[in-house]
């Protein structure tokens, strides 16, 4: 865990340690580090924001930043007579008093998972400076032991823009996290068959796409079994930070690039061209939640056009979680929140350069399946192919969701079965079978509703059965099953809107309660629950306590020094009404502004997707009016 921005105005360590235990973050959080505000005990007084320093309670040292971003070490005195002539820390500095008690706390709380460790630590003699002696190459085995089992949470801190304490996250991640090398593995052979995962693909201006995988062996040409698409790979790079090796294979755990793929996506499956069919097998693929929010992408002009829909089909090929497509002339662009659309702005613009208007942020509404009957031969379409007339037949099995069904995100909350009653890999994946066209004709049908232009959820549909006239083309069946599935949904009427919730935990000050409820209730919102700070459990449904504070090291408060207040607590505190809600995603796209307004800038609030639920038939037609449908 690393607490980032210790350098503003309020930032305090100490509140930050006891937050992760009162919203059950983890029960034993470790600080592995004491921040500097600064070397001059004056600014302590004075309580003035800031971070110049941190001291490594591990390894017993301390890390200096001037004014310039340079980087200095110094070792820490190992007994009281060197620690009277340090001369890095005046003898009045805040921090002087608590450096010994947070080493000493630091590993009595870890003997806690190590019996060896607590064995040694009671072998030691009871003077105040026995517990530096011990060296931390011990303490870093005991340390990575208890990391891996989970049984411990280590906490650093440190500013990241200011590049305070990243250098200690990177080498505790190396000497504490888990390792591929950990695990016992077969030692590698040339040219092997090799099956691997795209984790992540990138745009890179001098070396164009490049696609992120782990151990593979340099090989001409790989077969992308998510697309059925032959690749032909340009390199192979070994990665060190930003510098990058051309090598012919990836040592084990290691993380590499491969470079001149064209139409792999990020979550897509590579295998070698001449591996057997046990090996083609997709690898499990990255489905990132509903987009809930989507804004239209204007170009500023008409030789703009082209750029921006380049851009935006590359940026959908790195992230999967943003969806583009066009409606009545717009482009769209749809993403998992407000934030994450102000990141595929940012991006168009610094990444590909493009030049656009970013249009008014609208809510992602959803239409469900209207109750209207089905005609007689509504799995039958008539088509021309090859100078005659066809008639190809999709049957399918269409109803609503029931309440304690589940949709399958994949589908974006429908659930959509083979004749087997099997559930259907995403349509992207599928190609060169019937079914493949079948599910890809639903999924486009699926996508854009008759009756609302909404895209459709809480649909169950399963395929019954299908015909296809011999010498007919496979790939008519795509638009077959779009018309039928599209005429079906036609016929059953405008279906119930769904709107896109979100789960709310605000935490206020007594006096800013009454407003804060009020403002909820008028946008729409409903009061779950009103408490004392606590937090939800993992489904949101009831408010459970925090982890208690023993055995866990706090350091003082006053070692932030713009953190904390006269009295010695820390402006968290404050906070001691906790309000549990649910409201409309489109009510509180700007609550951030709303909640500072109404709390005086002391209120906090947490805000998690509660999924699509139906509305009132009011707000329903008042959806349909802001989208143009009624």
Not at 96 to 112: C, G, Y
Request: net charge negative.
């Amino acid at each position: 865990m690393f607490l980032n921005k210790l350098d503003r105005p309020g930032a305090s360590f100490g509140a930050s340690i006891a937050s992760l235990l009162s919203n059950r973050l983890h029960p034993h959080p470790l600080p592995l580090v004491l921040p500097i505000a600064s070397f001059d005990p004056l600014h302590y007084a004075q309580a003035e924001p800031g971070i110049q320093g941190l001291v490594d309670l591990v390894k017993w040292r301390v890390w200096k930043w001037d004014t310039e971003g340079q980087v200095s070490c110094h070792p820490l005195p190992r007994d009281d007579v060197a620690f009277s002539n340090f001369s890095l820390l005046p003898s009045s500095h805040p921090i002087l008093p608590h450096l010994i008690p947070a080493r000493t706390q630091l590993l009595e709380n870890l003997s806690m998972f190590s019996e060896e460790l607590m064995e040694e630590l009671l072998s030691l003699p009871s003077s105040t400076t026995a517990y530096l002696q011990i060296d931390s190459s011990k303490i870093l085995r005991h340390l990575r032991k208890a990391t891996i089992r989970n049984e411990i949470l280590p906490v650093l801190g440190g500013s990241a823009m200011k590049d305070i304490g990243t250098d200690l996250v990177m080498d505790y991640i190396g000497e504490l996290l888990a390792s591929p090398v950990d695990v016992p593995h077969d030692s590698q052979v040339a040219n092997a068959p090799v099956r691997m995962l795209a984790w992540k693909v990138a745009w890179d201006k001098k070396r164009g796409w490049m696609t992120f995988v782990r151990r593979v062996t340099r090989q001409s040409v790989v077969l992308n079994t998510t697309r059925n698409q032959r690749e032909r790979v340009s390199k192979l790079l070994l990665l060190y930070a930003a510098e990058a090796e051309e090598v012919d294979e990836l040592p084990f755990g290691s993380v590499g690039v491969i470079l001149g793929l064209r139409y792999t996506r990020t979550g897509d499956t590579l295998v070698s061209t001449g591996g057997s069919a046990s090996n083609r097998s997709i690898l499990r693929d990255i489905t990132p939640p509903p987009a809930v929010i989507a804004a239209s992408i204007i170009p500023q002009s008409h030789s703009d056009l082209e750029p921006v829909q380049e851009a935006l089909n590359a940026l959908a090929r790195t992230d999967p979680s943003v969806r583009v497509d066009v409606q009545e002339g717009q482009v769209l662009a749809h993403g998992m929140g407000a934030l994450h659309l102000e990141i595929v702005e940012g991006r168009l613009r610094d990444e590909w350069g493009v030049r656009f208007e970013l249009g008014q942020r609208r809510v992602s509404y959803r239409e469900g399946l209207g109750l209207g009957p089905s005609p007689p031969k509504s799995n039958i379409w008539q088509t021309d192919s090859g100078g005659k007339q066809v008639e190809i037949m999709v049957s399918l099995e269409i109803r609503s969701l029931g309440p304690e069904e589940k949709g399958d995100p994949i589908w974006d909350g429908n659930v959509v079965l083979d004749e087997e009653g099997q559930p259907c890999p995403s349509p992207d994946t599928l190609s060169g079978t019937p079914r493949a066209h079948i599910f890809q004709g639903v999924a486009s049908a699926l996508s854009n509703s008759p009756n609302s232009s909404l895209a459709l959820s809480h649909l169950h549909i399963q395929l019954i059965g299908f015909a296809l006239p011999t010498g007919t083309p496979m790939s008519l069946l795509t638009g077959a099953a779009a018309v039928i599935l599209r005429n079906r949904i036609r016929n059953a009427g405008i279906g119930p809107i769904l709107e896109p919730f979100v789960r709310l935990k605000i935490s206020v000050t007594e006096d800013s309660l009454g407003k804060v409820v009020k403002d909820l209730t008028e946008h729409g919102g409903e009061v779950l629950d009103l408490g004392s700070g606590a937090t939800l459990d993992a489904d949101g449904d009831e408010e459970v306590g925090g982890y208690p504070e023993d055995g866990v090291y706090i350091p003082p408060l006053n070692l932030s020094p713009s953190g904390s207040t006269e009295s010695g607590s820390s402006g968290l505190y404050r906070l001691k009404r906790s309000i549990h809600a649910l409201a409309p995603l489109s009510k509180m796209l700007d609550y951030s502004n709303r909640l500072r307004a109404l709390s005086g800038g002391h209120g906090l609030f947490e805000m998690a997707n509660a999924g699509f639920k139906e509305v009132t038939e009011a707000r329903k037609l008042e959806i349909l009016k802001e989208i143009g449908r009624a």
